[in-house]
């Protein structure tokens, strides 16, 4: 089975600052992706990532950036977080070998305070 | 630009009761299209998937039929479960497009015991 893990489930952060969200997937992946889902907004793609390296803005890219040093990681940076990114926030991975099919993680629950 | 319509919720019904739920889609080519089933306080796991015209997809009794013609993929079950309660979204994905997936805004179902 395809597993993809996000590092945190909850977390509580102050306004200002500076937050990680870590994504590992184990099935060698060429695709990940950073998506967050609010209440009557459905889900938005913030980043998405097609190799080490690559990143290209999703949907809703303001306010944060994404960092994919190696294959199997894919980090979701707020660089200053700020109350209007208190969300779930969802990773993905997906790969032609999969057949495209997209993997999504837990979540991850952000508040910001 | 892609597009994914779907119906509104909740959606409320008894044990035994047959589901619905309608979706529809704009995008340019041949999307692949996706069911996914979120439980409470979970992420998003794939339901089900058709990757080109007139493809059923199933999966624990649910089924959706890749309609180009009418630019459909209903997703149907015959008889619900309690444990079926969740929230549902269609999606679609264009290998053109980087296999991003473009989500409905997801449809609240409540089965009652």
């Known amino acids: 089975d395809v597993k993809v893990t996000q590092s945190s489930r909850y977390l509580v952060k102050r306004t200002g600052e500076k937050v990680f969200l870590e994504c590992v997937q184990d099935m060698d992946h060429e695709n990940m992706f950073w998506y967050r889902q609010d209440p009557g907004l459905g889900l938005r793609l913030i980043y998405f990532?097609?190799?080490?390296?690559?990143?290209e803005k999703g949907d809703i890219p303001e306010g944060y950036s994404v960092s994919r040093e190696k294959k199997e990681r894919f980090s979701l940076i707020l660089e200053s977080a700020s109350t209007n990114q208190t969300s779930m926030y969802l990773c993905a991975s997906g790969a032609a070998s999969s057949g495209n099919t997209i993997y999504f993680g837990e979540g991850s629950w952000l508040t910001v305070v | 630009g892609d597009s994914v319509t779907q119906m509104e919720g909740p959606v409320t019904l008894s044990e035994e009761a047959f589901l619905t739920i309608n979706c529809t889609y704009t995008a340019t080519g041949y999307p692949s299209l996706f069911w996914y089933v979120q439980y409470p306080g979970e992420g998003l796991q794939l339901l089900l998937k058709a990757t080109k015209a007139d493809d059923k997809g199933s999966n624990k009794g649910f089924e959706a039929t890749y309609r180009k013609e009418t630019t459909s993929f209903h997703l149907e079950k015959g008889s619900v479960q309690v444990s079926d309660s969740a929230v549902y979204f269609c999606a679609l994905s264009r290998q053109a497009a980087g296999n991003k997936l473009t989500f409905g805004g997801g449809t609240r179902v409540l089965v009652k015991p």
């Open positions: 990532s097609y190799d080490v390296k690559m990143k």
